[in-house]
Structure formats: structure tokens, C-alpha cells
């Protein structure tokens, strides 16, 4: 694992990322506030995009409620700020372990019982369900009426209580994109992530090799899980108002996934390339419909949902794959695809 | 809690978890066949509502008669969705057909948010406040006779499914794929004609709800988690497991609506779901493969 991580990719690709890395660093300088909060949001399913991945993408657990770990991590760190005072970055480590547990006792009952695929995916929806309505009914964490952050002071940036102006959020962010790619770049040249792959690829011959499925798929289940409540944390501190029928909605859980899986299933540049790809794409349609003086609900969501469906018919396997060939990139040799 | 109020919820839960019960059966069908997993079930159902509202505006025609004309436009609907659309990603992963049919949703409940806008509408028939009583016990008519509809399309499709030659082809491609296309059996227009049949029961399921509820462009993610939870607690692919999953989750909300807060009365669907998985995955009448 800590040799994946100086193991160099090709000069070329070094130097792309070198400039994104350059043009990431630099953007707040430069953007406006507006392009600065899209920004944001791009780092936030980059960053969430990638955690999930870890699970459908190199270990095939398809999980569609993974709104549930960012909801108790939001309400995890939300509740220990607002209540006891606990700085967010505590409050991060017990949501991380909390939602650990939570991912353990998921796959657990789920991979004991031999749940997998479609069943797989209903079950995690049934439990971000189930902690939707429930969270709505706990009135210690404001029930349904909402729980509410002390509202932001924009003038100074307190690191340690996650307070302060977007340009502080934006470099939370792109450090926990940036950290989450290296740890899975690490991961995915690990035994562990081979093993993943194999599991992934054809889950009975993995067995008959002799690798330990049930723990294999527990620790992606239980790695997504900690990572996601991360995003949860960041959600809970930027926005400073939850709800329980936003945070644990299956919509939350659906646009999670729509990053990875256009940008490229299984891949580490897919995540950060979806995310963006989405989320510029959703922002453009708002400034054409608004320029263009058509303010009617449900337009936009609408041409969103054509270029959904236009992505997945044209480039089955997102677009880095497809793209990658073209620059010349072979970053992703080792993953065999 | 005096008994006849309870009997009257019990038999209010049952009879409204027969129509989501002909939901759940288009999906049952729909999985059971072409083994895609229709994550645009309750949007579809949506469709169907605005229809049955509009034909009752328009046309005063009663709900209860938009099943035979909704349900062929659904037809229509089902069927050139999946022969044009659906049928190239049969074999792809699940996660593919998923952002396929997620896209389809995210167009339909935006499509129906332009057109209608984001007002709940409603067709008000004039039996609306009517009711049968028969002893202590007070039936809602409207519940009564979306009812004995849905009795009488499930007993329809399993008829067909049961005696129509097309109905045994397309039992035989859900049987065995391969065997199907080695008898010679068109297996891609079965698909879409089982699409088809599957999208004309939620038609006809989205003419009853408009007699039950109101009708909102944003109503579909919940039918369509309702009719899952439905199918798997009753069984996969088995017709009686989701009448019957329909009326199990019909009467847990029901009952748990008058027990318990009426906002909390989805979380016993979603728990049954989880126990039904863990415990048994192949669902309540569903057969262990």
C-alpha cells in the first residue's frame, strides 16, 4: 500500500495533474463567489463520489442509501457542536466511527444472509428510509422542524469549529477530495484492492482462490461508510441546517452515485470527472433557462435527466474511460481495464 | 380504542393495500420477466393520474371506466420504452440500467412539473363522500370499488398469464431465457410486451389512487420504493405474494396510523422490508431458488 504511492504515474499524466492541482489551489483567488460555490458542490461529490466508489466501484456492492451515512454524520457532528460544544473535527471521528458501525452491521446482516445485487440495493434504501422517518421523529435532534447551525460569521475563519467564509470550505473540501483520491489510488494498487477487483469481477471464483469474500466486502462497506459521514460533517457545517427529509432522501443517495458512474465506474479520475462534468452541466442549464428568460419549474431538472440518459445509451462505462484512450493516458493500467 | 373503529381501519388498510397491491404487480411482472428493476414505477403511475384527472375533467369520465383507456396508453407507453430504449441494456449491469430508468423518472416528474405545475389536483367523483354501512362497520365507496377494480385486473393479467398462449411465451423467457429463444420465442418483443402489460397495471393502479389521494408531479419516488418494498415482502415474480405484500403494507399503515403518529407510518413498511430480506429473501410466498 505505501509502495502504490510512490509508484509515479506516466510523465504525462503527472503533469495534468500537477496542473489541476496548480489551477485547484489557485481558483479562489480568481473565481467569484458564484463560481466559487459551484466549486464547492464539485469537491463535495468528488469527495463523497469517490467514497462510494470504493464500494460499487472496486468492490461491486451496489448501495443506493448512502444518504444514510451522510445523514448520521451530519447529525453526529451537528448534534455534538450545537449541544456540547464538540469541535467538528471530533465530532468527525466519532461520526466516522459511528457510521463504521453502521456499515458493519449493514454488510454484516447483509453478506451473512447472502443478500447481494438489486436485493443489496433495496436493503441499503430501506435503512436510509427507515432512518429518515426515524430522524424525523426524534425530537432531540429537532425532529422534522430541523436542526440549525449557529449561522457563520463571514469574517473570520475559525478552522477548528469549521466557521467561517466559503474560501475556508472550498480548501476543507478540495484537501478531503485530494486526501480521499490518494487513499484510493493507494488502496486500488493494494492486495486488498486486487482482491476487491476480484470479488467484483466474479464473486464465486474470488472464493474458490481462496479470498475471504465476507471480510473483504465488509471492509469496503465499512471504508465507504466512514468516508461518506465525512461528507455528511462538511454538508452539516456549510449548509447549518439539517432535515431529516432532505438529508436521508433517496434523491441525496441518487446524485451521490451519478458522479462516479458517468465519469467512469471503478476508475479515480471517474468520481472527481463526473462530479464535475454534473455538476457544471446542472449549473449551465440554470444560467441558459434564466438568460434565456424561462423560468419554468422542472425544465432544467428535465434537459439534466436527457443528458443522463444520453450519457448512459452513448458511453456505457462513463466518460473517462472512453476518454482516456484518446489523451493517451494509461494512469489506470493496473486496474486491468 | 373501541372495536368497530379498529375494524373499520383494518378493513379500510386492507382494501386501499389491494390497489397499491395492482401497483406492486407491474413491477412483480416487470422484474420477473425481463429482470430490469423499473425505478420509474411510481413516476409511470403519476402519468396515469394526471390522465385519469384529465379524462375526468375533460371528459367526466369516471375513473373507475380511464382504466380501459389509461391502460392501453400505458401499454403503448411501457411497450415503446422498453423496445426502443430498455431492451439494448437487458444485458448490461444493474448500475446502467439504473441511471437509465433514474433518467427516465428525473424527465417524467419534470415533464409533469412543467405541463401541470407543482399543485396537488384531485377528480372529484360525486360517490367521493358516500359509504356503505353494513352493521357497526362503515365502507368508504370510493375504497370499495377501487378495490374489486384491482381484484378484477390481477385477475385478469393472471388469467392471462395463465390460459393466453402469449401470456405462457412470456412465462417460458422468465423460466429460461435461452430456452425461450431456442424454441424460437420472439424473447425481445416478449420483453416489451411484458413491459408493456407491467406499465397498463400501474396505469390502472394510478386511475384507482386517484381515487384515494390527491395527485402532486413529485409523487413517484415514494410509490416507487412502496411497490419494492411490496414485491419483495410478498415475493418476487409470485402475482398472489403482491396482492398480498399490498394488502400486509395497506393495513401496517393503517394500523399504524391509528396506533401510533400517522408521519411515522411508512417506517413499518421499510422495517418489514428489512426483516423480509434478512429473514426471507425470497419473500413471504416467493419460491427459494
Redesign the interface.
Do not use: C, K, Q
Given at each position: 500500500m505505501i509502495q502504490a504511492l510512490f509508484d509515479w504515474p506516466t510523465p504525462r499524466a503527472l503533469a495534468v495533474w500537477a496542473a489541476l492541482a496548480v489551477c485547484l489551489l489557485l481558483a479562489p483567488l480568481v473565481v467569484g463567489s458564484y463560481a466559487l460555490s459551484v466549486l464547492v458542490l464539485v469537491l463535495y461529490f468528488a469527495y463523497v463520489g469517490q467514497a462510494w466508489n470504493v464500494m460499487?466501484g472496486f468492490a461491486g456492492q451496489?448501495s443506493?442509501g448512502h444518504s444514510l451515512y451522510i445523514g448520521v454524520g451530519a447529525y453526529v457532528s451537528a448534534v455534538l457542536f450545537v449541544r456540547y460544544g464538540v469541535s467538528p473535527w471530533a465530532g468527525a471521528v466519532a461520526a466516522m466511527a459511528i457510521c463504521a458501525v453502521i456499515g458493519a452491521v449493514i454488510g454484516f446482516?447483509a453478506f451473512r444472509?447472502s443478500?447481494s445485487?438489486?436485493?443489496f440495493?433495496?436493503?441499503t434504501?430501506?435503512?436510509a428510509?427507515?432512518s429518515r422517518?426515524?430522524f424525523?421523529?426524534i425530537s432531540f435532534v429537532g425532529a422534522?422542524a430541523g436542526l440549525f447551525l449557529p449561522v457563520a460569521q463571514r469574517t473570520h475563519n475559525d478552522l477548528l469549529h469549521l466557521r467561517g467564509s466559503p474560501v475556508m470550505f472550498y480548501y476543507v473540501m478540495l484537501a478531503l477530495s485530494a486526501l480521499a483520491l490518494f487513499l484510493c489510488r493507494a488502496l486500488r494498487g493494494s492486495k486488498t484492492g486486487y482482491y476487491w477487483l476480484a470479488i467484483r469481477e466474479d464473486q464465486e471464483a474470488a472464493q474458490a482462490l481462496g479470498i475471504d469474500i465476507f471480510g473483504y466486502k465488509m471492509r469496503a462497506v465499512v471504508l465507504s461508510a466512514a468516508m461518506t459521514s465525512l461528507g455528511g460533517v462538511f454538508f452539516a457545517f456549510y449548509y447549518n441546517n439539517l432535515f431529516p427529509e432532505q438529508i436521508f432522501a433517496?434523491?441525496r443517495s441518487?446524485e451521490l452515485?451519478?458522479g462516479p458512474?458517468?465519469g467512469g465506474?471503478g476508475t479515480l479520475v471517474g468520481p472527481l470527472l463526473g462530479a464535475f462534468v454534473l455538476t457544471v452541466l446542472a449549473e449551465s442549464l440554470r444560467s441558459a433557462t434564466d438568460a434565456l428568460g424561462l423560468n419554468?419549474?422542472?425544465?432544467q431538472?428535465?434537459f439534466?435527466?436527457?443528458c443522463?440518459?444520453v450519457v448512459?445509451?452513448f458511453l456505457?462505462n462513463g466518460i473517462w474511460p472512453a476518454l482516456k484512450g484518446r489523451l493517451g493516458f494509461d494512469d489506470d493500467r493496473r486496474s486491468g481495464d | 380504542m373501541p372495536l368497530d373503529l379498529l375494524a373499520n381501519v383494518t378493513i379500510g388498510g386492507v382494501l386501499t393495500g389491494l390497489v397499491y397491491g395492482l401497483m406492486a404487480l407491474g413491477l412483480s411482472v416487470i422484474f420477473g420477466v425481463v429482470r430490469v428493476?423499473n425505478f420509474a414505477h411510481g413516476e409511470m403511475m403519476t402519468v396515469a393520474m394526471y390522465a385519469a384527472v384529465l379524462a375526468f375533467a375533460w371528459f367526466r369520465l369516471d375513473p373507475l371506466w380511464a382504466i380501459l383507456p389509461i391502460g392501453v396508453l400505458l401499454f403503448v407507453f411501457g411497450y415503446i420504452l422498453q423496445s426502443r430504449?430498455i431492451n439494448?441494456f437487458i444485458t448490461?449491469p444493474?448500475?446502467?440500467q439504473?441511471?437509465?430508468l433514474?433518467?427516465?423518472?428525473?424527465?417524467l416528474?419534470?415533464?409533469?412539473?412543467?405541463i401541470f405545475?407543482?399543485d396537488a389536483r384531485n377528480a372529484q367523483v360525486g360517490y367521493a363522500y358516500d359509504s356503505f354501512q353494513i352493521g357497526p362497520i362503515l365502507l368508504d365507496k370510493v375504497r370499495v370499488y377501487a378495490a374489486t377494480a384491482a381484484i378484477l385486473v390481477a385477475s385478469a393479467l393472471f388469467a392471462f398469464f395463465r390460459y393466453a398462449p402469449t401470456g405462457k411465451a412470456i412465462r417460458a423467457c422468465a423460466d429460461n431465457q435461452l430456452g425461450a429463444l431456442v424454441v424460437g420465442l420472439d424473447v425481445k418483443r416478449l420483453y416489451a410486451l411484458t413491459f408493456g402489460i407491467g406499465a397498463a397495471c400501474v396505469g390502472a393502479a394510478g386511475c384507482l389512487m386517484v381515487l384515494l389521494i390527491d395527485v402532486t408531479?413529485t409523487l413517484g419516488?415514494v410509490y416507487t420504493?412502496l411497490g419494492?418494498?411490496i414485491v419483495?415482502v410478498g415475493g418476487l415474480g409470485s402475482m398472489a405474494g403482491a396482492l398480498l405484500g399490498g394488502i400486509l403494507i395497506g393495513l401496517s399503515e393503517a394500523l399504524a396510523g391509528l396506533l401510533l403518529?400517522p408521519?411515522?407510518k411508512?417506517?413499518f413498511g421499510?422495517?418489514l422490508?428489512?426483516l423480509v430480506?434478512?429473514?426471507r429473501?425470497q419473500g413471504l410466498m416467493g419460491k427459494r431458488t
Open positions: 460499487m451496489l443506493l446482516l444472509f443478500i445485487g438489486v436485493y440495493a433495496l436493503l434504501i430501506a435503512f428510509e427507515f422517518i426515524g424525523d421523529h422534522s433517496i434523491n441518487i452515485i451519478l458512474i458517468i465506474l419554468l419549474p422542472g425544465l431538472l428535465l439534466y435527466g436527457v443522463l440518459m448512459i445509451i456505457p | 428493476v430504449l439494448p448490461r444493474e448500475h446502467s439504473f441511471i437509465l433514474v433518467a427516465v423518472a428525473t424527465i416528474t419534470n415533464g409533469m412539473l412543467m405545475g407543482p408531479p419516488p420504493l419494492f418494498t419483495i403518529v408521519s411515522a411508512s417506517m421499510f422495517a422490508l428489512i430480506l434478512l429473514f429473501p
